[in-house]
């Protein structure tokens, strides 16, 4: 069967999916990449190490725009996309200062992430986003550090900080993110009576999404 090309941009529901990279510094036990081949839903997210860069991805957008108009863009693909922050950053701030006509310098711009921007960027991320984003969408999954190691696997070298890092973040953004949410998953032995509280004590909301089949 023939295998279909690689999409930089996909979409689904009502928005436009952008796959800056299959980079990603967790190995969440959820992941369907490897059981549905880097497919996601009739769309082939594996980049094969060829990461677009910032005028690819704003062509796409244009180009997608202008065949049918979305409700959102998001930041969301096959790995953690402030693994490429300079280009994440440079194709926001291409929509909100409307440098991408006929698309709304208003679109909503969603970033979805497991949070370890900061520590993978080696500085707080959440200043440059400030204004560029919309919503952040962390998948949190647990109130829990040694649950969040077991079920997020980080690399090694990011094990000692990253929960905690991701907490920093979290709390970051809610306080210039319009909307951050932290995500868990239904069915995962989580005590969500404590994450909805530790929620709370960090400003934000959540959701609780179903699990991908795997
Ligand atoms: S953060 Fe996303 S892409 Fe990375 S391992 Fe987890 S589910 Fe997969």
Not at 27 to 48: D, E, H, T
Request: proline share 7%; charged share 20%.
């Amino acid at each position: 069967m023939e295998v279909p090309k690689p999409e930089i941009v996909y979409r689904y529901n009502t928005g436009l999916y952008i796959n800056l990279t299959n980079r990603c510094p967790t190995a969440c036990v959820f992941c369907i990449k490897n059981k549905w081949k880097m497919a996601y839903r009739g769309s082939n997210l594996n980049l094969g190490g060829a990461e677009p860069d910032a005028k690819t991805v704003i062509s796409l957008i244009k180009t997608e725009w202008v065949l049918a108009p979305f409700d959102e863009l998001v930041f969301c693909g096959y790995g953690e996309p402030t693994m490429r922050l300079d280009t994440l950053i440079s194709v926001a701030k291409a929509v909100k200062t409307g440098a991408l006509a006929p698309v709304p310098a208003g679109l909503r711009v969603r970033l979805n992430t497991n949070g370890l921007g900061g520590l993978v960027n080696g500085t707080d991320i959440v200043p440059r986003l400030k204004g560029l984003v919309d919503a952040v969408h962390v998948s949190l999954n647990t109130p829990d550090p040694l649950q969040w190691l077991a079920m997020m696997r980080p690399k090694p070298e990011y094990e000692q900080k990253a929960f905690t890092s991701v907490l920093e973040f979290v709390r970051g953004a809610s306080r210039v993110i319009p909307e951050t949410v932290v995500t868990a998953i239904d069915g995962a032995s989580v005590d969500i009576v404590k994450f909805e509280a530790l929620a709370k004590e960090l400003g934000v909301k959540t959701r609780i999404r179903a699990r991908l089949e795997i």
